[in-house]
């Protein structure tokens, strides 16, 4: 399999080529040259495989240049239930009638990102390892992917992670989860600033191309490949799960979408051939997503016009997976893409409403909605009085829009994104009590917790991570 930049200025590569890297060097986001096709008798002898299994079956179609035994080792250590908390990896349990949950937020850190982290975190020590390099990952967190990346990478060798978050800014739960992880190559940065400080910070560093060669500083944001194709995985499984006494039949996603990641996977599902009728993309009030799908406007937000919500993790201005979609649906087409991604960083937007390309989205089984707060409290409380199931803020969001699409005889699936123990405040207001804890999570508050205070001071932190990084430097 060899991988393309959608702007078309990347010389083919291989996936361990690109695997960490971030943005492809021309400004584009890399995609497969191609979709592996699925056809029905693969599909069906698949069925029977462990998550494990089935990512390997899956990954390993776009990640040939991984042996496969090493590849199996991987998926085998990181989906199983000493990390997951469950057999299945990613169970599914059915809330009424055709409704279904998929829980993905069973690992570490108790978010989905976790999936798609716990791989990642394998192939990278993997793939360093054998070229004998090192990696310094760098990152700026408001606390969802910044723990999921510690969590992933603690332990791992040849890689370090510099993470700053906003100090004092976390609810206190996530704060505990990531300063109380003891391992020796996780470094918390709590910076006198908001996110968006931290967000600079990381910038400057990283636009220092020298200092970042020399320390070999990377990412592990949301545009990363690998996290993108180890998200397919789930699709399939949860496909195995609600058609399992029905035999083969179309099945609908609901996703609760922020940079576009976990239902572009859905959509890469769908093109390799699982029978997925509609993909619906749930936005909160931050609906660049939900307008773009809608009418074909895309409109990307300033910080000052992105609100703060009760699902803080789909709090985003601009989808920055987005253009992986786009390509497809220009007809891979990187001169159409680049070309509309020079108006958007012009303008502000682009408007493809009216197109016969913007006609064609129902094809791709794309719908949309748009959830607020209100919505969201409505829906945790229905669905307690229902399933006696206390949901989280953002798998709210994406329920209360599934109900808008749900046909009848039409199976629904909504992707459980995080536990409700992460947004407790939103959960007293909606039900007047507190979210269950897992049990290993009781006492994570009153943890030792290790982090170093800084100012925003960015030579500062340069010394900090030079000075914690000898081999490189
Ligand atoms: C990251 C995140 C999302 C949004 O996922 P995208 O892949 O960015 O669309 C939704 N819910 C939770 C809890 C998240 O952490």
Redesign the pocket.
């Known amino acids: 399999m060899k991988y393309l930049s959608t702007r078309g200025g990347l010389p083919p590569a291989s996936f361990t080529d690109i695997l960490l890297g971030g943005l492809a060097p021309d400004g584009g986001l890399v995609v497969p040259e191609s979709y592996p096709a699925i056809d029905a008798a693969t599909l069906e002898s698949w069925r029977p495989l462990s998550y494990a299994a089935l990512a390997c079956a899956i990954i390993s179609r776009y990640a040939d240049d991984v042996p496969l035994h090493d590849l199996a080792a991987m998926t085998g250590s990181a989906y199983c239930v000493e990390v997951f908390g469950d057999d299945e990896v990613t169970p599914v349990s059915e809330i009424n009638d055709g409704l279904f949950l998929l829980h993905l ?1 069973n690992g570490p850190t108790l ?3 976790d999936v798609a982290m716990q791989l990642l975190g394998r192939l990278f020590e993997h793939t360093l390892a054998r070229d004998g390099r090192e990696l310094n990952i760098l990152g700026a967190t408001s ?3 910044g723990s ?1 990346a510690e969590y992933a990478m603690r332990g791992r060798k040849g890689i370090r992670v510099f993470m700053l978050s906003p100090h004092g800014r976390m609810s206190a739960f996530q704060a505990a989860q990531m300063y109380s992880l003891p391992d020796p190559n996780i470094f918390n940065i709590a910076v006198d600033g908001v996110f968006d400080d931290c967000q600079d910070m990381v910038k400057a560093v990283s636009g220092d191309l020298a200092f970042k060669e020399r320390f070999a500083i990377g990412s592990v944001n ?1 545009i990363n490949w690998a996290r993108v194709v180890a ?1 397919v995985v789930y699709y399939f499984k949860a496909w195995f799960a609600v058609t399992a006494s029905t035999g083969p039949r179309p099945v609908s996603f609901s ?11 859905g959509h890469i599902a769908r093109q390799m051939g699982l029978p997925i009728a509609r993909l619906v993309v749930a936005t909160n009030e931050n609906d660049v997503l939900d307008e773009f799908f809608r009418t074909g406007r895309y409109r990307v937000r300033g910080s000052a016009e992105t609100m703060q919500t009760s ?1 803080p ?2 709090d ?1 201005s601009k ?3 987005f253009e992986r979609f786009m390509f497809d649906l220009l007809g891979r087409d990187p001169e159409r893409v680049l070309a509309l991604w020079q108006r958007l960083d012009r303008t502000g937007e682009f408007d493809l409403g009216g197109t016969a390309e913007f006609a064609r989205i129902g094809d791709y089984g794309f719908c949309s909605g748009r959830s607020s707060h209100v919505n969201r409290l409505q829906t945790i409380r229905e669905t307690a009085a229902a399933s006696g199931r206390i949901i ?4 709210a ?2 329920l209360f829009v599934a109900r808008r699409w749900q046909e009848p005889s039409m199976p629904m699936v909504c ?1 459980e ?2 536990l409700p123990a ?1 947004f407790n405040e939103t959960i007293r207001e909606a039900l007047g009590r507190n979210a269950p804890r897992p049990e290993a999570y009781c006492d994570i508050e009153s943890r030792v917790q290790r982090y170093a205070l800084m100012p925003r001071d960015v030579p500062m932190l340069k010394r900090y991570i030079a000075e914690r990084c000898p081999r490189s430097g």
Request: net charge negative; glycine share 10%.
């Open positions: 937020s978010a989905f990102k606390g969802d992917t999921a949301s998200q996703v609760p979408s922020g940079n576009f990641g976990n239902v572009l996977a699902s993790s789909m985003i989808a920055s997976n989280d803020t953002h798998t969001d994406g992707l994104t995080a992460k």
